[in-house]
T-cell receptor
Framework: AQSVTQPDIHITVSEGASLELRCNYSYGATPYLFWYVQSPGQGLQLLLK??????LVQGIKGFEAEFKRSQSSFNLRKPSVHWSDAAEYFCAVGVHGNTPLVFGKGTRLSVIA | GAVVSQHPSWVICKSGTSVKIECRSL??????MFWYRQFPKQSLMLMAT?????????EQGVEKDKFLINHASLTLSTLTVTSAHPEDSSFYIC????????FGSGTRLTVV
């Protein structure tokens, strides 16, 4: 069964600083990979996804992620963080449309002035 | 496109009553929908997979008699929390797959 590890429970960055959130997955083949963001009390918003092709994926809000097969990783990055980026970030893995996503435990991002 | 509408957004109910949560795919047909539960400051845990026209598949540890799932059409799946108790208070989110996974906005259930 596939699994997702987000090693960082909580990260604090200064506004304007760069950000990288780590995600490692365990699966025999290349799964579908996703990053979602969730603000308190809200639903999930898709930031970006990887199915195949170019391993550097651009998403919304200036986020990007890079799929590295050799490391089984799909880390999320942003060059300059804004205060509004403070939220919970979830990495998720899927196999195909009729199977559910498996989520990591999430990384809470705090942004300080 | 690919919008999933979930209602209600929040609900408060008395202990012992039942609550129904609806999940609709607005612009596509969803043969499969997924129901997740999220406790405060935790990740999403899959409760069940809902298949149109057939019985839902529940994850281990999820009480199928308490969390009734019905997927009667290609655009609607419902989750009914029966005889709700305070420990059922949680955030419930549905999801459907259409060239990716689309999530509803979630339902905050509080049982008092």
């Amino acid at each position: 069964a596939q699994s997702v590890t987000q090693p960082d429970i909580h990260i604090t960055v200064s506004e304007g600083a760069s950000l990288e959130l780590r995600c490692n997955y365990s699966y025999g083949a290349t799964p579908y990979l996703f990053w979602y963001v969730q603000s308190p009390g809200q639903g999930l918003q898709l930031l970006l996804k990887y199915f195949s092709g170019d391993t550097l994926v651009q998403g919304i809000k200036g986020f990007e992620a890079e799929f590295k097969r050799s490391q089984s990783s799909f880390n999320l990055r942003k060059p300059s963080v804004h205060w509004s980026d403070a939220a919970e970030y979830f990495c998720a893995v899927g196999v195909h449309g009729n199977t559910p996503l498996v989520f990591g435990k999430g990384t809470r991002l705090s942004v300080i002035a | 496109g690919a919008v999933v509408s979930q209602h209600p957004s929040w609900v408060i109910c008395k202990s012992g009553t039942s609550v129904k949560i609806e999940c609709r795919s607005l612009d596509f047909q969803a043969t499969t929908m997924f129901w997740y539960r999220q406790f405060p400051k935790q990740s999403l845990m899959l409760m069940a997979t809902s298949n149109e026209g057939s019985k839902a598949t529940y994850e281990q540890g999820v009480e199928k008699d308490k969390f009734l799932i019905n997927h009667a059409s290609l655009t609607l799946s419902t989750l009914t929390v029966t005889s709700a108790h305070p420990e059922d208070s949680s955030f419930y989110i549905c999801s459907a797959s259409y060239y990716g996974y689309t999530f509803g906005s979630g339902t905050r259930l509080t049982v008092v």
